[in-house]
C-alpha cells in the first residue's frame, strides 16, 4: 500500500514537473501569495476569477493553479495580519493577536521568517498525511452504495454549515439554499424543468461561476466599499535580513510549531471544521500548555507560528476528503471540485484511480508549490510587503471587469453577467442579516450529485427511509449527524445558561478587526 | 443592583438570539426561570414597544426572508409531479427543501422574538454609514458592461464596466478614475482578447451579437 502510494506520487512529480504544469503552479502561487496580501480580495473571489480561464487549459494545469492560489493565499495572509494587524483572511485572524505585538517591537520580520518556516513544516506534514490517508479512505468509499453516499453527504453538508461561522441554524438555512440552487435547471432523470421560469439559459442550472462571483466577488465589495482604513504603513519596512531569526527564537518556536501542525492535521480530518478553526484550536491549546500564559499577546513567537502551522497543515489537510471522497469540506474546496467538473471529471473516490495524474500530480504540486512560496517570500519580501500599500479604489474595479469578463467567457453568454448582479444583490442582503454566503457554495456543488444518490438509495430501499440507518456505514454517517446536532445545541443550551461567564468574554478575545472583517465575523469558537 | 446586572442579563439574551439553534422548549424554560427571581424584565425595557424592539432586530428579518424564500421554493416545486418515495418526480427534492427552509425560518425568527432584546443593541440591517451611491455604482458596473459590450464591443463595455465601479468610490477623482479605466481597458483587452480569445468583438457597432 504504502509502496504503490511512493511510486504514485513519483509519477505525480513527473507530472507536476512538467514545464506546461509547473508554469501553471507557479502563477497560480504567485496569483495566491498576491491576493493574500492585498486587503480586501480573498482567495474564494480569486479562484472564482480565475476559473473561466482554466477552461481552455487541461485539466492537471487547470487544478494546479487553482489549488495554488489556496494555499499561495495562506502565506501572503499572514504578512498582512503580522504587519498591519489586518486579518485579511479569517485563519490569519489569531495570527495578528501575537505577530503585530512583535512588529511593533520591530521584530515583524522574525515573525515573519519564522510563520513561512512553520507553514512549509505544517503544509509538509499536511501533505503527507494526505498520501497516505486518501488511498485508505479510497478503499473504504469504493464499498459505498447510494445509501452510504448519501449520508456521508448529509454529514458534511451538516458539519460545514453547523461548525462554520456564525449562527448554526443560518448556516443550515444557507445550505438549504444552496441546495435549492443546485436543482435549478434540467431534471437530471426526468428531463422535466425545474425554476427556470421559462428562461433558457437556465436550462443547465445556475452559473457556478456566477453564483461565486456574485456571493464573494460583488457581495463582497458592496460591503468593503469606501469600508476599508486606510493602511498604517508605518512598520512595513522589512527587509531581507530581518527574517532572519536569533537561534533562542528558533528554540521557542520548534515544539509550538509541531503542535501547531498535529492541531491543523486533526482539525483537517473533521469535515467541516476548516484553516479558521484549525488555527483558533492551536492558538487555543498553546496558550493552555504554556508555563506563561499570561505573555500571549504581547508578542510571543510560539502565538505567531503555531497557529500559522495548524493553518496549513489544515489547508493540505482539507483536500483529503474532497479529493478522495468528493466531499468538499469548505467553500473553496467546493469550488475547487466544481472546477474539476466543468473540465469533465466525476469526483469521488474513483477520482484517483481513473485520473492518478490529477491527484497525484497535485500532491506533487503541493511540495513544489510550497517551496516555490517559500523562496518567493523570502527574497521577495519587500515586494510583497510594498503591495500591502495598493489602494482598494483601484483594486475593486479591475476586480469588477474580470468579475464581469470571467462570468461573460463561461459561457460567452450576457444573461449570466445579469445574473452575477442579482445573486450579488442578494448576496449583500444576507450578509447584512448576518448570514454568511459560504455553505450556499457547498451546498450547491454537492446538491445535483446529493438528490441524484437521494433518488437512487429510496429506489433501492423501495421507499424505506431504513436503509440510512439499516445499513452499518450509513448508519454510522447518520449517529455522526445526530451527535452533532446534539453537541451543538448542548453547547448552546450551556451557553445560553453560563452567557454571564462567557458572553462577554468573547468580544474581547477576538482581535481588532478591519472594517471587513466585521461582516464575516470569527467564529466563537468551541475552544473558549 | 438591577443596574449592574443588566449588562449581563442582555448578554444572556444575545446568546439565545443568535443561537437560533435551541429549542424554544429550552427557552422558554430558561425564562421561566429568570422572570420570576427578579423583575429585571421591566427595567431592559423601557418605554420601547415590543413591535419596535422586533423592528429593530436583524434575526427577525434573517428569518422571515428564509420564511418567504422556502414558501416560494415550497410551492412552485409542489407545481412539479411530486411521486412517490420510491419514484421521486422532479418536485420532490426542491419542495422539501422549501418546506425545511420555512421550518429553519420560523425557528430564526422564533430566536428572534423571543430574546428579550432590549433597544439598546441597534441591530440595524443597514450599515453604520449607508453607501447608497459606492453599492449602486457597484451594481451598475455589470448592467453598463452588458450594455455596452453587447451594443459597444468589449473594449467600451470593459471601460464602461471599470469607470462607474470606480467612480463609486469616497476618493475617486474624474482623472484618477478615467486613467484607471483606460489601463484596465488595454490591458484587460489584450489579455482577454489577444490571448485567452473569447469571443467577443473589441469594436462593434449595434449588437453584433
Known amino acids: ?528 | 443592583m438591577g443596574n449592574d446586572k443588566s449588562p449581563r442579563h442582555r448578554a444572556t439574551a444575545e446568546t439565545i438570539g443568535e443561537c437560533g439553534g435551541c429549542e424554544s422548549e429550552q427557552r422558554a424554560k430558561h425564562f421561566e426561570r429568570e422572570r420570576p427571581e427578579d423583575g429585571r424584565e421591566e427595567i431592559l425595557r423601557p418605554s420601547t414597544s415590543p413591535l419596535r424592539d422586533l423592528m429593530r432586530k436583524r434575526d427577525f428579518y434573517a428569518g422571515g426572508l428564509m420564511l418567504l424564500l422556502g414558501l416560494g421554493i415550497a410551492l412552485k416545486g409542489a407545481t412539479y409531479r411530486l411521486g412517490s418515495l420510491m419514484h421521486m418526480g422532479p418536485g420532490f427534492f426542491p419542495t422539501s427543501l422549501g418546506i425545511l427552509l420555512v421550518l429553519i425560518g420560523i425557528a430564526i425568527a422564533g430566536a428572534a422574538i423571543s430574546s428579550s432584546d432590549g433597544g439598546e443593541r441597534e441591530e440595524s440591517i443597514l450599515p453604520a454609514n449607508p453607501q447608497w451611491w459606492a453599492w449602486s455604482c457597484i451594481l451598475m458596473s455589470p448592467v453598463l458592461f452588458i450594455v455596452f459590450g453587447r451594443y459597444f464591443g468589449m473594449a467600451p463595455g470593459t471601460f464602461a464596466c471599470v469607470f462607474i465601479a470606480a467612480l463609486g468610490d469616497r476618493n475617486a477623482t474624474w482623472k484618477s478614475t478615467f486613467i484607471l479605466a483606460t489601463v484596465v481597458t488595454v490591458f484587460g483587452v489584450s489579455l482577454f482578447s489577444y490571448f485567452l480569445q473569447v469571443p467577443m468583438p473589441i469594436f462593434t457597432w449595434g449588437g453584433g451579437l
Not at chain 1, 441546495?179 to 433558457?200: A, I, K
Not at chain 1, 452559473?207 to 464573494?216: D, N, R, V
Open chain 1, 1 to 528: 500500500m504504502i509502496g504503490t502510494s511512493l511510486t504514485d506520487l513519483w509519477n505525480g512529480f513527473g507530472v507536476a514537473l512538467e514545464p506546461h504544469n509547473l508554469w501553471w503552479c507557479f502563477v497560480g502561487v504567485v496569483v495566491g501569495n498576491m491576493v493574500g496580501v492585498l486587503p480586501g480580495m480573498g482567495p474564494l473571489a480569486t479562484i472564482s476569477i480565475l476559473l473561466p480561464l482554466t477552461f481552455g487549459m487541461k485539466p492537471v494545469a487547470a487544478i494546479l493553479m487553482l489549488a495554488g492560489v489556496m494555499y499561495g493565499a495562506q502565506y501572503g495572509g499572514a504578512i498582512c495580519s503580522i504587519l498591519l494587524n489586518l486579518p485579511c483572511h479569517p485563519p490569519h485572524a489569531v495570527t495578528c493577536l501575537d505577530g503585530f505585538p512583535m512588529t511593533k517591537q520591530g521584530r515583524g520580520g522574525v515573525a515573519l521568517g519564522l510563520t513561512v518556516f512553520a507553514s512549509f513544516v505544517g503544509a509538509s506534514w499536511g501533505i503527507t498525511e494526505m498520501i497516505f490517508l486518501s488511498p485508505l479512505l479510497v478503499k473504504a468509499a469504493l464499498q459505498f452504495g447510494p445509501a452510504e453516499v448519501c449520508s456521508l453527504m448529509l454529514l458534511g453538508l451538516l458539519a460545514g454549515s453547523t461548525l462554520a461561522r456564525g449562527s448554526p441554524l443560518k448556516g443550515v438555512a444557507m445550505t438549504l439554499v444552496g441546495l435549492f440552487l443546485g436543482s435549478v435547471g434540467t431534471d437530471l432523470e426526468t428531463g422535466s424543468e425545474r425554476y427556470t421560469f421559462g428562461m433558457t439559459e437556465l436550462d443547465d442550472g445556475v452559473e457556478l461561476i456566477a453564483l461565486a462571483l456574485g456571493l464573494f466577488g460583488i457581495a463582497e465589495f458592496m460591503s468593503s466599499v469606501n469600508q476599508i482604513a486606510p493602511i498604517n504603513t508605518k512598520y512595513t519596512n522589512v527587509g531581507l535580513k530581518d527574517l532572519r531569526p536569533t537561534k533562542a527564537d528558533l528554540k521557542k518556536a520548534f515544539f509550538p510549531m509541531w503542535r501547531g501542525t498535529i492541531v491543523g492535521s486533526l482539525c483537517a480530518l473533521i469535515p467541516g471544521t476548516g484553516p479558521t478553526i484549525a488555527s483558533f484550536v492551536a492558538y487555543a491549546a498553546e496558550k493552555k500548555i504554556s508555563k506563561h500564559p499570561e505573555l500571549f499577546g504581547t508578542g510571543l513567537i510560539e502565538g505567531v507560528v503555531c497557529p500559522e502551522a495548524a493553518t496549513h497543515s489544515s489547508v493540505q489537510g482539507d483536500f483529503i476528503p474532497t479529493m478522495s471522497l468528493g466531499i468538499p469540506g469548505d467553500a473553496v474546496m467546493a469550488l475547487l471540485l466544481g472546477a474539476l467538473m466543468i473540465q469533465g471529471i466525476v469526483p469521488g473516490p474513483q477520482l484517483i484511480s481513473q485520473h492518478p495524474d490529477i491527484f497525484w500530480g497535485l500532491v506533487a504540486s503541493f511540495w513544489i508549490g510550497n517551496i516555490l512560496l517559500v523562496l518567493l517570500n523570502v527574497p521577495l519580501i519587500g515586494i510583497w510587503v510594498k503591495m500591502l500599500a495598493i489602494p482598494y479604489r483601484f483594486l475593486y474595479p479591475s476586480a469588477m471587469f474580470f468579475v464581469c469578463i470571467g462570468v461573460y467567457a463561461a459561457n460567452n453568454d450576457f444573461f449570466q453577467v445579469g445574473e452575477v448582479v442579482a445573486i450579488g444583490t442578494f448576496g449583500y442582503i444576507l450578509l447584512r442579516l448576518g448570514f454568511h454566503p459560504a455553505p450556499i457554495l457547498l451546498g450547491f456543488v454537492l446538491g445535483p450529485r446529493f438528490e441524484e444518490n437521494f433518488r437512487r438509495a429510496m429506489l433501492i430501499a423501495r421507499g424505506d427511509f431504513g436503509v440510512f440507518v439499516e445499513r452499518p456505514i450509513s448508519a454510522f454517517f447518520v449517529a455522526m449527524c445526530v451527535i452533532l446536532i446534539g453537541t451543538q445545541l448542548y453547547v448552546r443550551l450551556r451557553a445560553s445558561k453560563g452567557a454571564s461567564k462567557g458572553g462577554a468574554g468573547h468580544a474581547d478575545a477576538s482581535p481588532p478587526i478591519s472594517p471587513q472583517m466585521v461582516q464575516q465575523r470569527i467564529p466563537v469558537t468551541p475552544a473558549e
